[in-house]
């Protein structure tokens, strides 16, 4: 008995692991800016975002032969970074467009989006706008994640396919 129960906990454990398996969540362009001080003159010249400041364009692909539904009052969007060996978890917003508050991906439809933040101005690694984040972002980088999380969808970024320094 004990077995058909397992047996059957398994066959659907691994039908909701395939389901969610079939949503691909890619990180299109992340482009940044402020990674280091302008300086002229001796002056330094600041703007109104805090360094580093980051702009992800994003992409969540239905790859699946069901319809995916997002629930964008619900969902919770984070940024997770290593550094140090420590994992830093920054939360960013959770995805309103405008009136709508759901969106259903039929089977092969994407859904774009794209977000920006100050994301290390919240955790331990900022250090000011004189400092030069540089080296910091060189190790941070190929760790960083984006997380989208809503009522029936919990999906992780797996690559990011374009970044540009500005």
Known sequence: MKS???LI???AFLSLMQIKSQVRFEINEMSISNIKPYIVDGVIIEDEKIGPFIVLECTLYNDSKNDIELNLTQS???ISINYQRHTYTINVFNLKIEE????ILKSNEKFDFYFQSSFLYRTGLWKGITFDYTEVLLEILPTLRVHYHDDSL???STRIIHVRLN
């Open 4 to 6: 058909k129960f397992y």
């Open 9 to 11: 906990f398994l066959f």
């Open 76 to 78: 919770e969007t984070k």
């Open 100 to 103: 709508v508050n759901r969106i």
């Open 154 to 156: 919990n999906v992780e």
